[in-house]
């Protein structure tokens, strides 16, 4: 037991808990199983992207240009909607897209040995700069209801975005 004190995930695990419970003596409403639910539902793209810098770290590097990363594919796949493609193909792309850009991440740190800070800024650089121009600068509007709606499906208890 002393020694599950010591490690830093649990501690970082007691004192959630201790918040929680804090927050939940302020405001009751925090801990119903409804707010709960809608805390957790919003937080998972951020435990995914979570998930996949985590695997980064594990090799003692750091990539920043991860939530660029994401942003592009999202306005790819805005962008695809609003031009009519169906939200399958769209989706994917965002997916390969966001793939070849860890994987050209990936190869500039492995094979080429240049730092993974130097790599993920540049190439965080360009993921922005390719953004501005991809987009115009301007908010993507005009998604399809239906696209809209997805996160709203359940299957097995669990929203869809999980």
């Keep these: 037991m002393k020694h599950m004190l010591k490690m830093h995930e649990t501690s970082i695990i007691l004192l959630l808990l201790i918040y929680i419970a804090i927050v939940g003596m302020i405001n009751p409403s925090f801990i119903q199983f409804n707010s709960l639910s809608l805390l957790m539902k919003s937080s998972v793209i951020l435990v995914v992207l979570a998930i996949g810098q985590s695997f980064v770290l594990f090799t003692k590097n750091i990539d920043v240009s991860v939530g660029s990363s994401m942003g592009l594919s999202a306005a790819v796949c805005g962008m695809m909607l609003t031009n009519g493609y169906s939200a399958f193909l769209s989706i994917f792309v965002a997916i390969i897209l966001g793939a070849i850009i860890g994987f050209v991440n990936g190869i500039g740190v492995a094979k080429f040995r240049v730092p993974a800070i130097i790599m993920t800024l540049g190439m965080l650089g360009i993921i922005r700069g390719t953004m501005l121009i991809f987009t115009g600068g301007k908010w993507i509007e005009d998604i ?17 975005t999980v």
């Design 144 to 160: 399809p209801n239906d696209f809209k709606q997805l996160p709203s499906i359940i299957i097995l208890g669990l929203p869809i």
